[in-house]
């Protein structure tokens, strides 16, 4: 064990490492580029190193890039990256108050937190998960698909109703291009381009990103610094003691996002949210949520960390990624000859201990070089907003063009960013927009394709044990808040 | 206001002229140097790419990438792997048929570009391309669990002719690769096209894992794609439907020996558009031909578990008028194109119907509350509300709309620009436009505007080989 260290403290491993993180940092922090896209960037480069350090340059870059996601969703209310729209609305409240110096150091210790919980699971529990996710099919996933459609819309801020009807839209757009299921091609108006759908990145681009510069844009001054980043007043300590105060939320957030990371198709962004909505809805001061809660900062950051982490487990056990990020690095860890299958903690057991090794070190040396970027980043900020503002529009067109090499997709990101304004005018909520389109083709393949293994019949989704389980969950997130708030506080009114 | 506006335009022209002149001294150098390959000099003389029309990570993504590497030692000019996915891989096909044909776009074709127009997604055929060589073949194969009840492909032929419509096999969407292998396999055997009934996935990978949690009877994929379970003994290799049998499972039988006439391989290969010079297309074909005759190259099958099956040229082209008149004839007969879907299968609109009904009413929900609790709300409320109420976040003047208005139609004319133009200069002339609209200084804007395209191009245009858009020059469109 001592000898794995050993080789993961070399330069010629450290450096691509460090370089690797410092460029996750830099890609979660600008909205517009994405983790996905980073990836897939660095992982060419990679080969021209050797393995080790190869695997530490992609890892690096995958773990630091959600974190960092966090970091203009304090400062601009733009979030980095998907995963870190759950967070946006608590910390950029926090950061309203003066307190976004303590929101991001916060996250910077959750997220370390919930990864180091993240890669710890799945170091000890990757062959019993994965097993039980064998037993997972369509059913339960339609289940897990309808959960987090709806958790999305509970949480926004807002009217729950809007959000729900954002949902409904956001499905509604995704069934735009090929059917997985049938073939047939629905809403492509003849146009080709329209055959591959409507990519969520550039949605997502769009509508948190270059919306929220188009609504910039319609105010002044302009003279003045991007935000008032004021002198931090809070230390480390009080950081420290929120972490201790709040260890146990800290602790459920981190599970629930490793268990829905390890969910082929459920990423940090689902995970994000699904912990954002469970903190509210066992919380004692719920109303707070979306104002600047700091659960609401705590929960969705440890997840969405921990998630990550999640995604590795059926990626190594099974050689399924759990999303787009895992799907590119296990393509990588092919070329590295590891290959992933139930046989791998045997087989190749020290590649294995390899890769935990630098996943968890990532985690630890998430916070100086996080630490760094949130230095970095406020520096940024003390930048002209107008030259803010315009590289955050050149990033948001880069990264919508680099997800699929189409020009095609900046025009989806122009449109969805008009489509933002409007939403927010109409005070419909974004969230639910962009899960609805995540989580739909999933919850409508998922629905068809069991029905077309069960003969048409209904009956599995309701009788099969898990399916069971799931929607037992979902009846009791809806209906335990009401019950425990009638139970608890008698002339409680509902949030509108 | 408004001489700073007439001094802003003005900026606006004499920079867009400058743009224009050197627009002009560029595509006087862009035509000596390549732009016309057939009675130019030299080829190539800058970065190539291959169009993968499938996600990165994945089989032909490694593939592409591999050749993008030999290819590179070859022609000594750096090639690239630009992925376009989407469309059961009609986007990256339809890129590739549409590129310029001076020899810098090569395509990753798949075996899905044969049965496009059979199925009915786009009219794209392999005649619009030109084939360069095929250089991976991987059969389909039958796959089911170790301790299934059939221990051949006859028992599990017999099952499906007494019980039809019993068993379940997946492996990818409906009407791709393996499942037309299955409607074949089916058809060939004289039983109806749904008496084993597919139930289609995202890929093989998804596939596997139903196959190994009880939840399908059968899987249809290549061997490559389940090298892992197979090796694990997890799943037994009913058998393959290749010309021969496969050295990774030499036990297993092919189709012919079982005295089945069935074949069906998955195939990449390399094409370029149509109307290639040629010679630049003998140029390629004789580096193709250098790559797949080496080493590097069996070493990277073999590891990886890829067949090799090579065919260069008429012997290429062949190959491909036999598989799409095969899959023509497949297809008409099952009927994909005629049927909305299959059986059971609540069909593609029932989710738009139904998200269409609830979010119209939903809407007029919405919309009837808040005009209700407008008239409800006495007395003059300022005329210029949008919507239920206004927020601290909202400007309150329309006039303040205008200039988000105003940058989302530069934002499309910039969008457009690019088709023509190539990435660099629109976005100069975007960031140092925006920043001076937003009350920079210009000279400041100048300098933060070049510095921030100057390192996009280092960052992403060089290290990273992101293929930005080259507009007129050529490139992707």
Redo the contacts between chains.
Sequence with gaps: MADSLLILLKPSVLVPWLLGMAFGVFLGATPGLTATMGV??????SFYLPPDAGLALIIGVSFTAIFAGDIPATWLRIPGTPASAAATLDSHALARQGRGDFALRLDLVCSCLGGLLGVLLLAWLSPLLARG??????YEYFWLGVLGLSLAAAVSVGST??G??AG??G??LS?V???????????TFGM??L???L?FIPAMIGLFG?SE???E???GP??AAASQVPKSATGWSEVLRTVVRRRWLILRSSLLGTLIGAL?GAGADIAAWCAYGLAQRTSRQSQTFGHGSEEGVLAPTSANNAAVAGAWIPALV????GD?VT??????L??Y?I?????IFEQQAEQVRHLLWIAAGTQLLLLPVGYLGIRAFSWMLRL????I???V??FC??GS??V????WD??VM?AF??LG?LL????VPLGPLILGMIL?PLV??K???G??????HLAPFFTRPLSLALVGLLLAAWLAPLVLRRLLRPSGTFAR | MAGCAVHFYRKILSAAGLAVAWLGVCCSFGCLSGGDASSGPVYPTRTIAILCPWAPGGGSDRVARFLADQLQRELKVPVVVVNQTGGRGFIGHAAGARARPDGYTLTLATFELCTFQALGIADLSWRELTPLAQVNGDPAAILVRKDAPWSTLRELLEAARTQPGKLTMSGTAAGAAWDLARVGLLLAEGLPADAIRWVPSQGAAPALVELLGGHVDTVCCSVAEAKTQIEAGQLRVLAVMGPQRLPEVPDVPTLRELGIDWEVVGWRGLMLPRDIPPAIEKRLAQCVQNIVASEAYRQFMRENGFGIVIRQGQEFRDFLAAEEAKWNDVIARVGYRQAESAAHDPGPWLVPRLCGTLLALGTLAVAASAWLRRRAMAGAQGSGLVGPANTANEPASPLAWKRSAALAAALVGYWLAMGWLGYLVPTFLLAWGMMVWLELRQAAALVAAGVLVGLIWVLFGQVFQVALPRGVWGGLP
């Design positions: 897939a960037l660095v992982v060419p480069l996710a064998i037993r997972f099919s369509d109703f809007r729900l009807l409904v839209g499905v509604l069934t291009g090929l059917d997985m299921v049938s073939g047939r091609a629905r809403f080709s381009e055959t591959a759908g990519s270059l510069v188009l609504r844009v319609a105010k302009w003279q082929p099974l050689g399924i990624p787009s799907a590119i690095v296990l393509g990588a092919l070329m000859h290959r992933p299958g139930p046989l002209p907003r107008a030259a503002l315009a590289g529009v050149v067109v880069l063009f680099a699929n090499n189409r020009l900046v025009g122009i960013g008009l304004v927010e005018a109409w005070r739909g409508e393949e629905l068809r394709v029905l077309i293994k069960s003969e048409g």
